[in-house]
């Protein structure tokens, strides 16, 4: 039950970097609120190695480090498959249904170098969490993946539905969107046995969305260098689905080596 813990240190801090940014401008509150996600970054990190007497190093994989090769080609692939969900999307409704917004972005280029750098630490505090910590908690109850699937993802999407795109899209078809992302961030580590491909692909893809391929009324503000004109999230349920799959497969194929295929509970109890 340590999570509720770290859920709610990081439900406090940020609660208390929403009340202090108050009407700051929009780089500062950028920066603050990607910071807020360190307690969920650290939390986890600190319980493991304190509390169960575990290294912190074996929530990312068995090795206690990250191997960047595997984060970097996480994130090539992840990109190449948004470029090209954008590509079929405008072949599909036609150029016009993106914009480019040069104006806006070069007047925020402050928050855009913010997104760059501190993301990566939301993102990557978002995945030692829950398919870090969560997942290997969950992961001793029970080794069938797809119920590991699905409650993470669950858990995935609960904090989420305070975003914006809850009202853009609608809460259905949101919520089915972050349980696809949970859904695919999660069989990535029960696959590798690490948090590096789903690092690697969370991570690009925040990036992304909030600095060059962007869409109105989401939790990322519309500063991107390119704006689709609407959020169509049927269509990108549709589109990650299938990026999904084949981020899957390229990733993992020719995985053999039977350490690197250890479910959470075959992986928590290795470093217990």
């Known amino acids: 039950m340590y999570y509720i813990l770290i859920v709610f240190t990081w439900m406090v801090i940020t609660a208390v970097i929403v009340v202090a940014v108050g009407s700051s401008a929009t780089s500062v509150q950028a920066a603050l609120t990607l910071l807020g996600f360190l ?28 191997n960047w090769g595997r984060i970097g080609r996480a994130m090539l692939v992840w990109a190449g498959l948004m470029i090209a969900a954008v590509i079929a999307e405008m072949l599909w409704k ?77 809460i259905v078809l949101a919520g089915l969107n972050w349980l696809a992302s949970g859904m695919f ?42 704006m689709a004109k609407e959020l169509d999230a049927a269509f990108g349920l549709v589109t990650f689905v299938m990026a999904s799959v084949i981020a899957y497969v390229a990733l993992t194929r020719g995985t053999t080596d039977a350490s690197t295929q250890l479910t959470a509970a075959q992986r928590a109890e290795a470093a217990s």
């Open 39 to 66: 307690p969920m970054l650290v939390m986890p990190l600190v319980v493991t190695r304190v509390l169960h007497g575990r290294p912190a190093g074996t929530l990312v994989r068995p090795a206690q480090r990250l």
């Open 185 to 226: 961030y999660t069989l990535l580590t029960l696959r590798s046995g690490s948090l590096d491909y789903a690092i690697g692909a969370h991570v690009i893809n925040n990036v992304l969305s909030a600095t060059l391929i962007g869409y109105p009324g989401g939790a990322l503000g519309e500063i991107a260098l390119v």
């Open 94 to 170: 036609g150029l016009s249904s993106y914009r480019l917004n040069v104006d806006n972005f070069l007047s925020n280029l402050a928050t855009i170098f913010i997104y760059v750098f501190l993301i990566p630490i939301q993102a990557t505090a978002e995945e030692v969490f829950f398919r870090g910590y969560l997942l290997e908690a969950t992961g001793r109850l029970t080794r069938n993946w797809v119920v590991l699937g699905i409650i993470n993802s669950l858990f995935f999407t609960l904090p989420h539905l305070s975003n914006p795109e809850v009202e853009t899209a609608g």
